[in-house]
């Protein structure tokens, strides 16, 4: 780690200053994202905003109901059917995630939380620190350990959103398929009323990580210039001296 | 505790179940709080709801609209009607009628005694006795008497001839079938019974004249012809039944009196719950059985109603004696013995009922009390009715301050609770009419339109008596609620000057045939419509 | 009506009500089992069952509101008289018993004794467990210990309402008597749980016509409730479900979709959550249901329901102390202070930073990602 710190390259330039510094320019650029990692990325950045959208609207809906008869509309119908199906979408693509986490690139498995590492705990520290004085620091070519967290507490908290999503889904069929799969869970978190509850403080959680990723996600593009946000679309990071290339297995 | 002629020289009365229902409010949305208090009871079920949101309406400051009000009373009078039948045939006729006696009875002369005491009743053949009575024949002959076993058949107390408890037991089962059609007026305003809905601000339920989908034309006249038939029960059958069995113990119109003090709070709003001099059932005050005086209430003033808990298993700040309901703790303090216990120790505290006292005087509610005030606030309904039984059973006006007189009242002021609700249904058409068909008044819905700190009262008459809660609410959330119940007021244990309950009071005096077989007790307990989950809460 | 020349037995009710041999006997199978009987003592069984009398029932009442005794005698199919004087026998139930005190107690010792094994035990209420049971005392002895007591030697065991069921409105939030359900007391014999608050009349007596009936426990689901009454939700039975799923909600009460019965779901409906018959058996001999008679289903056959509120707000509270508010108010409430966060982090990086300029970025050399896709560089 040691080793790292020391690589650190010179602070950032102070905007309105003349070009007097030089300011470290990525000059390497590696194939990062493999297509599934893209592919699901994006089927869950259009899938979380459907799915928040139309969850909310499940929870109240706020379209006022205007005189007529019932038979000619169906929008609570139709917004739970596309929650479902999106729903379905994203456990879809997170399971094709997951999958890719064992047999991707070793960027797929970059950041990941391996808490039973001494190692993982000093690279947490060190990225904190790097984030507090607003330096460029290094820059890791795959996901940082902060990073890694968040990305792991949001594939954690859809994989909340299913069971107790799926669950619920399932009492409208009582006996059926989900019924039998995750009906036991629902007394576990309190009964049916309050598993609703619990699914809709999860999905908070996850647009919240959502809107701190994309901050977080242009800052360090704009500021690092690892080509970061292109970098979703066509899978390729750039770098400079000294950034950190997490390939291998893990971390 | 008897002396040595088989007297009672000494009661006491306790309550051994607690839930802390005040304590479990706290905290919690008023609006929410009818649902909880109405689960105080099951069997007066719909007052506390009602006492609830008239408490609520009353801190934050709504006025329910007019036919709210009406439905209010509808499903109050219903209750009245069906709970007071319901007492009567089964939880208290059995205290005077032996079911087994009745195998001895002539079905034609059970008949013609029932053509006698009620000649517009349809089911008075000899052939519905004789199958009525093979009926209880077979279930004695089966040596399973199920709830009727270890009873007191057979003691010398009752009096009744076989023929009138034939009649009896057929009325007994007559009366458990009607119930169960009387309560679909809560069904039709409230959703269900027992526990029917209520709501602050109104009644949940619309009015669609136009519709199917809310009250109309067929709810309407579903609640009309229960009424009616509600009205044939208790003009052909509860009262008619009462008054004959009345006959037969004229000694009861001494024993029981008790206390001699009565309160009624008043019910039946018809110009809403903020104006008593409209009420049909009359608020006021008779102390030491002097009806030439009507005391009014003041529910705020903090010196009129009390509780104080010397004997109740509460903990109340350190000297305190008694709290205004306002300023009410509950907070539980068991000293009672370790179960199983023989006894409990009457110089301690021995129940979990409170002791309430209104101005220091410990009172009697329920149907008696109501009908002395209203007898002595010179209502001619009440005087109408009171004057005509008493005529009937041939005893003057002090026959009404005892064990049967008790029980009588509760069946006369059924008649008036049953004409009363074929008024409030025309009122409600009658308002209909008028092109009024709202049932809510959301405008201090939403908590944000309330003061920040608000108290409130909400009085009602239960079947059993005086009924108050009070409630306080801060941050919109409720600060304290306190519930005095009529069954408090009598099971309420001594005060803190020994000064002993309605119940306790009640007994004191009464002859004993045999201490082991207290029918006599049970009578005049019984006369009261004892409500254990009432009174503690 | 027909005399019986010796006492009905509990086979002379069955057949009464349709049962034929077959279902006899395996009404005496089970029963056999149920109380430890080996296979080779059936016929026993039998012949005892054949001359026995009506199934005694012993009804306890913990801490409750007696509302579940007054639902049964709502019944209209059967109606209680038929239950009370012809199905079963009622032997203990101190609240429609003729008799009190101390000869009532002795009522029930003595049906444990004579019928051990052999009776049925209803239970409306719930035992308090703080301080000894000193909450609900019966003659002296604590119900905790009454239950416990009479529950050993019982064949069957059924939980009357959410009280005996799930806990109910003593269990509520802080639960000063320490109320249990019964199956949180009782862990060594099965429960069959009839929750409702109260539970519908026919619910109530439709369960014990088939215990009697059908000789055998119905089916329960998970929670020990019979699936015949509690296998599917109120909404979706719900007879305003088309106003649902149209999104035609009753904004406020007594409002225009109120009076043409629009769904209640905007009013804190919990039909949405709440396993009960009510959408289809209906209360009172079917006259309505607490969502025809506009007010929204509040989950009262649901555990922890009472927690659940506040009941005209769509999602319960958050039930952790100190919170206690709605899951939107949390999120909003964060999204609102991150959003502040970023905004603050923004500001300090412009001052400290200032904005670059993006445009000025050379494009990178790319590199030989092949050594990426090698899976001989995988382990640590
Ligand atoms: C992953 C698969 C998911 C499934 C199967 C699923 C399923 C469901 C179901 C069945 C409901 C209840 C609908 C109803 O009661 O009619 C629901 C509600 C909801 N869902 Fe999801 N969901 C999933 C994911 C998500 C995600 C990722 C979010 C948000 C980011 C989300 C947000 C919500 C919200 C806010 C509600 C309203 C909850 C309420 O107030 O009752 N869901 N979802
Ligand atoms: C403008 C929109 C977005 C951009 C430019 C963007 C960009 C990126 C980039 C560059 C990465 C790699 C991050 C790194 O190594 O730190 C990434 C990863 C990720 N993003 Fe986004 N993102 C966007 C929207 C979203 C949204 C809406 C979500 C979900 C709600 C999301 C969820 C994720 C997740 C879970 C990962 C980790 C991917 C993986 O390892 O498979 N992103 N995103
Ligand atoms: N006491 C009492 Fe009640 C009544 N009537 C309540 O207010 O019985 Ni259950
Ligand atoms: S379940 Fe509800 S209705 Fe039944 S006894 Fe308990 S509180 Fe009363
Ligand atoms: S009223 Fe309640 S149960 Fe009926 S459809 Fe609406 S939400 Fe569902
Ligand atoms: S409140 Fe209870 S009565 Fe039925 S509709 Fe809901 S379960
Ligand atoms: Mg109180």
Redesign the interface.
């Known amino acids: 780690m040691a080793m790292l710190i020391e690589t650190k390259t010179p ?7 003349k070009e007097t510094e030089v ?1 470290p ?8 994202w493999q297509v599934p990692i893209r592919l699901t990325h994006w089927v869950n950045a259009l899938a979380i905003p459907v799915l928040f959208f139309t969850g909310l609207f499940i ?3 706020f ?3 205007t ?2 008869e ?8 139709h ?1 739970r059917e596309f929650h479902f199906i999106f729903g379905y979408v994203l456990l879809l693509s997170i399971a094709v995630r997951v999958y890719w986490f064992f047999v991707g ?3 797929a498995r970059s950041g990941f939380p391996f808490f039973w590492k001494p190692s993982w705990y000093k690279a947490v520290i060190h990225q904190m620190i790097e984030y507090m004085h ?1 330096e460029r620091g290094y820059v890791n070519i795959g996901h940082n350990s902060l990073a890694g967290c968040s990305y792991a507490g949001f594939f954690a908290l859809c994989g909340f959103e299913g069971v107790t999503g799926l669950a619920l889904l399932g ?2 069929n ?2 059926g398929f989900w019924d039998r799969v995750l ?2 869970t629902t ?1 576990l978190l ?8 619990w699914h ?2 999860a ?3 996850i ?2 990580i959502a ?2 990723h994309i ?1 977080i996600v242009l ?1 360090d593009s ?2 690092y ?1 690892d ?1 970061l946000v292109d970098s979703i679309i066509s899978g ?1 990071k ?2 400079i001296e000294g950034d950190k290339d997490a ?5 | 505790m008897l002396d040595d002629k088989g007297v009672v020289k000494d009661a006491i009365s306790s309550g ?6 005040e ?2 409010l706290q905290g ?2 008023p ?2 709080a009818w ?2 208090v109405e ?5 007066c ?1 719909t007052v506390h709801a009602l006492a609830s949101v008239r408490a609520v309406e009353n801190a934050v400051g709504i006025q329910v609209p007019k036919n709210a009000d009406i439905i209010r009373n509808i499903m109050f009078l219903t209750q009245y009607v069906q709970d007071h039948v319901i007492h009567f045939y ?1 939880l208290h006729a ?1 205290d005077w009628v032996d ?1 087994v006696s009745a195998l001895k009875a002539n079905p034609a002369a059970t008949a013609a005694l029932a053509q006698k005491v009620s000649p517009s009743w349809p089911t008075t053949s000899p052939g519905y006795f004789a ?1 009525i009575q ?2 209880v ?3 004695v ?4 008497l ?7 058949w057979g003691h010398p107390a009752y009096k009744l001839p076989p023929e009138a408890n034939l009649m009896a037991v057929a009325h007994y ?1 007559e009366a ?2 009607w ?2 059609e009387i ?2 007026i ?12 209520y ?1 602050v ?8 004249l136009n ?4 009250i109309n034309m067929e709810r309407l006249n ?1 609640v009309h012809d229960l009424i009616v038939q509600a009205q044939g029960i208790v003009e052909n059958l509860y009262v008619p039944d009462l008054l004959a069995i009345a006959s037969f113990y004229p000694e009861w119109t001494k024993i029981g009196a008790g206390l001699g003090n009565y309160m009624s709070y008043g019910d039946v709003p018809q110009n809403g719950i903020g104006d008593p001099s409209k009420f049909l059932i009359p608020r006021g005050v008779i102390l030491n059985k002097n009806l030439g005086e009507v005391l009014p209430i003041d529910h705020t003033s903090a010196s009129e109603i009390q509780e104080q808990v010397a004997h109740s298993w509460y903990d109340y700040p350190g000297g305190t004696k008694a709290l205004h309901p306002w300023d009410g703790i509950t907070k ?1 303090n ?1 000293t ?8 409990l120790d009457e110089n301690g505290a021995y129940s ?1 009922v409170k002791a309430p006292r209104w101005k220091g005087h410990a009172m009697e509610v329920g149907p008696l009390a109501r009908m002395l005030v209203g007898f002595a606030s010179g209502r001619s309904d009440y005087k109408e009715v009171v004057t005509e039984a008493l005529g009937r059973l041939k005893v003057g006006p002090e026959a009404l301050f005892s064990t049967l007189g008790r029980t009588a009242a509760r069946g006369l002021e059924t008649r008036l609770a049953a004409k009363w609700l074929l008024d409030e249904y025309n009122k409600l058409i009658a308002n209909l009419k008028a092109g009024d ?4 008044n ?1 405008t201090k ?1 939403a908590p944000e339109t309330w003061p920040e700190d608000c108290k409130g009262f909400g009085p009602s008459e239960a079947p059993r008596g005086a009924l108050c809660h009070w409630i306080h609410i801060k941050d919109k959330k409720i600060f304290n609620y306190q519930v005095v119940v009529p069954s408090t007021w009598n099971a309420s244990p001594k005060d803190g000057d020994g000064q002993k309950g309605a119940y306790e009071s009640a007994l004191l005096g009464t002859p004993m045939a045999d201490s082991n ?2 029918v006599e007790l ?1 009578r005049t307990i019984h006369s009261f419509d004892p409500c254990l ?1 009432c009174a503690t809460h | ?1 027909e ?2 020349e010796r ?2 037995s509990t086979y002379d009710i069955l057949r009464a009500h349709g049962v034929d041999r077959r279902t006899f006997l395996k009404f005496c199978t089970q029963s056999a089992a149920a109380i430890g009987l080996t296979s080779a003592m059936v016929p026993q069984l039998v012949a005892a069952m054949e001359k026995k ?2 199934i ?1 029932v012993i009804w306890l009442h913990g ?9 049964f ?4 199919h059967p ?3 038929d239950i ?2 012809n199905l ?4 203990y ?1 101190d609240t ?6 101390f ?2 107690e ?2 029930r010792k003595k049906v444990m004794k004579d019928y051990k094994g052999e009776y049925i035990l209803a239970v409306e209420g719930n035992a308090a467990t703080n ?8 003659g ?4 905790t ?1 009454i239950l416990l007591e009479t529950a050993k030697d019982a064949k069957a065991i059924v939980a009357w309402g959410s009280c005996a069921s799930n806990g ?3 269990a ?6 320490g ?1 249990k359900p019964v199956y949180k007391l009782i862990t060594d014999k099965p429960v069959i749980n009839v929750p409702g ?2 539970p519908i ?1 026919e619910v109530m007596t439709g369960v014990l016509t088939y215990l009697l009936t059908f000789g055998e426990l119905p089916e329960l ?3 020990g409730r019979p ?1 015949m009454f509690y ?3 109120i909404h ?1 039975k719900c007879y305003r479900r ?8 009753v ?4 409002d ?7 769904c209640l ?2 009013m804190g409906c ?1 039909g ?4 009960n018959s ?1 959408s289809t058996t209906k ?3 079917g ?9 929204g289903c ?3 056959s ?5 927690d ?5 707000q ?6 952790v102390p100190g919170i206690e508010s709605t ?2 108010s ?3 409430t ?2 609102v202070l ?2 502040a966060g ?1 905004g603050a ?2 500001v ?3 001052a ?5 300029n ?1 445009t ?3 494009e ?4 030989e ?1 092949a ?3 090698n899976p001989e ?4």
């Not at chain 3, 560089?377 to 640590?380: I, K, S, T, W």
């Open positions: 602070p950032l330039k102070p905007l309105g200053k300011i320019q990525a000059t390497k650029r590696h194939y990062v929870a109240t809906p379209f006022s109901p005189p007529g019932a038979f000619e509309r169906f929008t609570m119908g917004m690139n070793n960027y607003l009492e409208g009582p006996g009906g036991w007394p309190g009964g049916s009323f309050r598993v609703h509850m809709h403080l999905a908070w959680f647009i919240l809107m701190f901050y800052y704009h500021l210039k080509g390729e750039h770098s390939n291998t297995w893990i971390s | 051994t179940m607690w839930r802390g229902i304590v479990i919690r949305d609006r929410d649902a909880f689960r105080i009871c099951g069997v079920t089964h059995l079911v199958d093979n009926t024949k077979k279930f002959d089966s040596g399973q199920g709830i009727f076993q270890n009873a007191y089962l458990l079938q119930q169960k309560v679909k809560h069904a039709v305003f409230g959703g269900k019974n027992p526990h029917p809905n709501l601000g109104g009644v949940p339920v619309s009015i669609n519709g199917d989908n809310a579903m539980p068991y009672g013995p370790k179960p199983p216990y023989q006894n979990w068909s709202s049932t809510a959301t819905w077989k207290p049970m989950a | 009506m005399v019986l006492k009905p009398p009506r005694p801490l409750e509101c007696t509302c579940c005794s007054e639902s005698i709502r019944s209209s109606i209680a008289q009370v004087l079963i026998s009622l032997d139930d429609l018993q003729a008799a009190a005190g000869q009532v002795e009522i301080d000894n049971g000193v909450y609900c005392t019966i002296g002895e604590s119900f210990n109910c409105v003593q509520a939030k802080p639960n000063p008597t109320a608050c109260p009349a689901d998970r929670q699936k296998a599917q939700r979706d088309a106003f649902f799923d149209a999104g035609m909600f904004e406020a009460w007594d225009e979709g109120a009076k043409k019965g629009w779901y905007k919990r949405p959550s709440t396993f009510c209360w009172n001999c006259v309505s249901f607490p969502i025809q008679s506009g007010h509040i989950g009262c649901e555990e922890n329901f009472w659940n509120g506040p009941f005209y769509r999602l319960s509270n958050i039930p899951p939107d949390i999120g909003k964060l999204t991150s959003a970023i982090h923004l300090s990086v412009v400290r930073k200032g904005v670059r993006l000025s970025n050379p990178p050399e790319k590199s990602p050594e990426n896709q560089n995988r382990g640590n």
